[in-house]
Structures are given as C-alpha cells and as structure tokens.
C-alpha cells in the first residue's frame, strides 16, 4: 500500500498546463500508488491566481474511492464561513485535513486569526497541514513564516492537535527534524525537495537528498513521524516514488512512512 499525501490539481503543471483528477490517476497507475490527497490551494498570493478550492476538487472527484481532499482556509477571507462550508465534507469524510500557506499569505502559523481553525480541526479530529520550507520562485512571500520554528508556539497550545511540516522543511530539515524530535503531534511529508518540472531527478539532487535525511535521521532516530508525499504535477510521482524508496528503513518504518501514518492520521480506509 502506497499513499501520497501531498498532490494538487489545477494550474499546476508545467507551464501552468491545467492538470485533472484523471491526470493524477493516471499517474499513479502508472507508478503503483493506491490513493492520493489532493491539498486544496485557494488563497491569495497574487491578483491573477486562482487555485483550487476543496468544492473544485471534489466535483471532479465524483466520489472516487482513491481520492481524499485537503481543504484550505486562507487568512484573507472570513475564516468562521470558510470553516462553515468545509464542515459538511469533514462530517461526510471526504475532506480530511486542512491546509494553511504561512509564507504565502502574510501571517505566522500562531496567528490568533487562526484560532478557530485549529478549534475546528481538533473539534472534528483532522489534522493541520502547514506550508513549511522554500516558497516557489518569484513568490512575494515571506521565507521567516514558513521556517518550522514558526509552528513551535503553537503546536503547545494545541497538544492535541497534529500538525504536519509540508515539504519538511526543506531547506531548514535540520531544523525541522528537531521541532519534530521535540513534539509528539508533529509530523512531517517528504514532498516537493527538488528542482520543480525537470524531466528527471538529477544523480546530485539525490545525492543532496539523502545527505540531508541521513541528518534528519540522526536527530529524529527514524522516519516513523514521516508521510510519502511528492507534491505531483510539479514532479513524477513514479520518479520521486523511486527516489525515496532509496532510504534506509526499517520494515516498521516502511509501513508507517507509505501509508500508516497517512490511514490513521487522515482516518483513510487504506
């Protein structure tokens, strides 16, 4: 059992090529993953961008069983209404998570704005899923907001509450990895580390990859608090599948890392 945690659809492809929920089953036939999330990504980043609302993406869905959603809240609009229209794909399971892009949008993830959301999220018991790491290029974000120091303030006053580092940090890992090591309810995916629509994942890049998970291991112990995730279409699922199935793991943590960890935190049916 494989699950990617952390896909998109849209705008997204190469050369902002519009890519469907066909798009992305194809893709994971083609590498042998069994279910996928799609993170929803309707904020406010730019005038001329529009992302993909949890509602989009479930009317291409059509009840597919492979299929979860991630929605989103964006600080920009009025959060207790966007939670209001997510709470009925909550309470019907086929909105698992919610996204939050700090770095993107102009706040820090212990933002009192964003109190209800995560109120919300432990109320019904889906977790937060936090942008963390480089913003994509000519982004007029803020790097300080997606640095994973920023999630320590409040992943205390929600202990209960799981958090996962999108991206895990990258290219703060190390960092990161000691925030995860320090939190019981914070987890990290291992999506989107390199170089976005390239035709291939260079021999360097996963030279660089490895080196900087073998530092990440060192602080954590393992990769038991880690999701499989690629951040498809700004890569191949079935390369960057390749390329992380190259870590050293355990058979415990295998299970765990490509698909427990993401059944149980999204109370998926895998």
């Known amino acids: 059992m494989i699950i990617d945690a952390h896909t998109h659809i849209g705008a997204m492809g190469k050369d902002d090529r519009n890519v469907t929920v066909a798009d992305l089953l194809q893709s994971m036939d083609e590498a042998g993953i069994d279910m996928s999330l799609i993170l929803a990504n309707d904020i406010a980043v730019s005038d001329d961008w529009r992302g993909m609302s949890a509602d989009d993406i479930l009317t291409q869905c059509a009840g597919n069983d492979r299929i979860k959603v991630i929605g989103n809240i964006t600080i920009s609009r009025d959060i207790n209404d966007q939670l209001l229209r997510l709470r009925e794909h909550v309470e019907a399971g086929v909105v698992v998570g919610i996204k939050l892009y700090p770095g993107y949008e102009n706040f820090y993830p212990s933002d009192e704005r964003l109190k209800p959301v995560y109120e919300f999220c432990q109320k019904f018991n889906i977790p937060v899923v936090l942008h963390t790491g480089f913003l994509l290029q000519g982004s007029p974000g803020i790097q300080e907001q997606a640095h994973p120091n920023s999630i320590d303030k409040i992943v205390n006053l929600f202990p209960e509450l799981i958090f996962i580092m999108a991206h895990f940090g990258n290219p703060w890992t190390a960092e990161a990895a000691r925030v995860i090591?320090?939190?019981?309810?914070?987890?990290?995916?291992?999506?989107?580390?390199?170089?976005?629509?390239?035709?291939?994942?260079?021999?360097?890049?996963?030279?660089?990859?490895?080196?900087?998970?073998?530092e990440f291991i060192s602080i954590t112990g393992n990769l038991k608090k880690c999701l499989f995730g690629t951040d498809w279409p700004l890569y191949s699922q079935k390369e960057y599948l390749a390329a992380v199935q190259e870590l050293p793991m355990k058979d415990e943590e295998r299970d765990l890392f490509f698909w427990k960890n993401s059944s149980r935190i999204f109370g998926l049916a895998a």
């Open 181 to 214: 090591a320090q939190h019981q309810n914070i987890y990290a995916d291992l999506s989107g580390f390199f170089t976005e629509y390239d035709e291939h994942i260079s021999l360097e890049e996963k030279a660089d990859f490895y080196q900087k998970m073998k």
